[in-house]
């Protein structure tokens, strides 16, 4: 199996960014090993504050949001940060040649069950024409993204990340601490009759998307047998669609802040588009846009999803549209 080095390397990865994927993955293989002591290590259990999106905040996630962060501002490759955990851009070296976003711990619900949860970072090249420290470095569409990945947690750690080219996957060999390529180009099935979504939001939905649903589940002969699947981290659900096929559904509804969804454009969307889109699959938001040509307006702003399996996501615009 190869290591994750010269993989990049045979792909013509510049070797600062290289460095800076290794920056990344050395604060995830310390997250990883909190994971795996759980309640040893004192992680479990919720803090008394609440992050930028009005959510409490567990242990973990402030122990992972600031491990990435302390690691990130020594890399001087490194002009700016945003998480989705801090209120602003953090700037970090006026000289450094990328840009990088994260969601430290996502599926933070999932920690204290010992459920799926994971890291979502991106990276882009630094813009010159605005400030360093500014919210205006991450204005760029996530057509521009140069590296996305997502760091998964569970029985094994895997690494799924493309820099342009393939989606990759990499699993974390706990006997010399590096990642190993194991499956060199993932590919989303083209056929399932899986779905994630949140059907506890049905109420909330309009009437076009309660009815795609509705035939999903009682009607449509072409869902005979469909499987619902959803484990509160759309990390963990959208790894499921990248091997298995099928579709990740979270639209907009009609309750205050939410008319967009909950998924965040920067820290989950765009990473978790391209992902799927270098793997085949298609990545829309509403009216069949696409994901990666959004051109966003704020740091956290929110879009609704839909992502997976080329036939399905055209069919579920086809019906909402």
Same mark, same amino acid.
């Given at each position: 199996?190869?290591?994750?080095?010269?993989?990049?390397?045979?792909?013509? !990865?510049?070797?600062?960014?290289?460095?800076?994927?290794?920056?990344? +993955?050395?604060?995830?293989?310390?997250?990883?090993?909190?994971?795996?002591?759980?309640?040893?290590?004192?992680?479990?259990? =919720?803090?008394?504050?609440?992050?930028?999106?009005?959510?409490?905040?567990?242990?973990?996630? &402030?122990? @992972?949001?600031?491990?990435?962060?302390?690691?990130?501002?020594?890399?001087? =490759? &490194?002009?700016?940060? $945003? @998480?989705?955990?801090?209120?602003?851009?953090?700037?970090?070296?006026?000289?450094?040649?990328?840009?990088?976003?994260?969601?430290?711990?996502?599926? @933070? @619900?999932?920690?204290?069950?010992?459920?799926?949860?994971?890291?979502?970072?991106?990276?882009?090249?630094?813009?010159?024409?605005?400030?360093?420290?500014?919210?205006?470095?991450?204005?760029?569409?996530?057509?521009?993204?140069?590296? $996305?990945?997502?760091? +998964?947690?569970?029985?094994?750690?895997?690494?799924? /990340?493309?820099?342009?080219?393939?989606?990759?996957?990499?699993?974390?060999? +706990?006997?010399?601490?590096?990642?190993? *390529?194991?499956?060199?180009?993932?590919?989303? #099935?083209?056929?399932?009759?899986?779905?994630? !979504?949140?059907?506890?939001?049905?109420?909330?939905?309009?009437?076009?998307?309660?009815?795609?649903?509705?035939? &999903?589940?009682?009607? =449509?002969?072409?869902?005979?047998?469909?499987? /619902?699947?959803?484990?509160?981290?759309?990390?963990?659900?959208?790894?499921? !669609?990248?091997?298995?096929?099928?579709?990740?559904?979270? #639209?907009?509804?009609?309750?205050?802040?939410?008319?967009?969804?909950?998924?965040?454009?920067?820290?989950?969307?765009?990473?978790?588009?391209?992902?799927?889109?270098? $793997?085949?699959?298609?990545?829309?938001?509403?009216?069949?846009?696409?994901?990666?040509?959004?051109?966003?307006?704020?740091?956290?702003?929110?879009?609704?999803?839909?992502?997976?399996?080329?036939?399905?996501?055209?069919?579920? /615009?086809?019906? *909402?549209?």
């Amino acid at each position: 199996m190869k290591r994750l080095v010269p993989v990049l390397k045979q792909d013509g !990865v510049d070797l600062e960014l290289i460095m800076l994927i290794r920056t990344i +993955l050395a604060a995830s293989k310390e997250i990883a090993f909190r994971v795996s002591q759980g309640a040893l290590a004192g992680v479990l259990g =919720s803090t008394l504050d609440e992050n930028i999106q009005g959510e409490v905040q567990k242990k973990l996630d &402030v122990l @992972s949001n600031q491990l990435l962060k302390d690691m990130l501002m020594d890399d001087d =490759s &490194v002009r700016a940060i $945003a @998480s989705e955990e801090e209120d602003d851009v953090v700037g970090a070296h006026p000289e450094g040649q990328y840009i990088v976003a994260f969601d430290p711990l996502d599926g @933070s @619900s999932n920690i204290d069950i010992n459920g799926q949860i994971g890291t979502i970072f991106t990276i882009y090249n630094a813009r010159n024409d605005v400030p360093y420290n500014s919210a205006e470095q991450f204005a760029q569409q996530g057509s521009e993204q140069v590296c $996305a990945g997502y760091v +998964l947690y569970g029985a094994s750690t895997l690494l799924i /990340m493309s820099t342009g080219g393939p989606t990759r996957c990499y699993t974390l060999d +706990l006997t010399h601490g590096g990642y190993l *390529l194991t499956e060199e180009k993932m590919s989303v #099935p083209t056929q399932s009759k899986e779905f994630a !979504v949140n059907m506890a939001n049905y109420r909330f939905w309009d009437n076009k998307t309660q009815k795609y649903f509705d035939d &999903v589940l009682y009607a =449509s002969e072409d869902y005979n047998n469909a499987s /619902m699947r959803w484990n509160a981290a759309m990390v963990g659900d959208v790894h499921r !669609v990248i091997s298995r096929g099928g579709v990740f559904v979270y #639209p907009g509804d009609s309750r205050s802040g939410i008319e967009n969804g909950k998924i965040r454009l920067l820290y989950e969307a765009n990473p978790l588009s391209m992902l799927v889109e270098n $793997a085949g699959g298609k990545a829309l938001s509403n009216n069949g846009q696409r994901i990666l040509d959004i051109q966003p307006n704020s740091l956290h702003q929110r879009v609704p999803v839909f992502m997976g399996s080329e036939i399905l996501v055209r069919d579920i /615009m086809d019906s *909402l549209t």
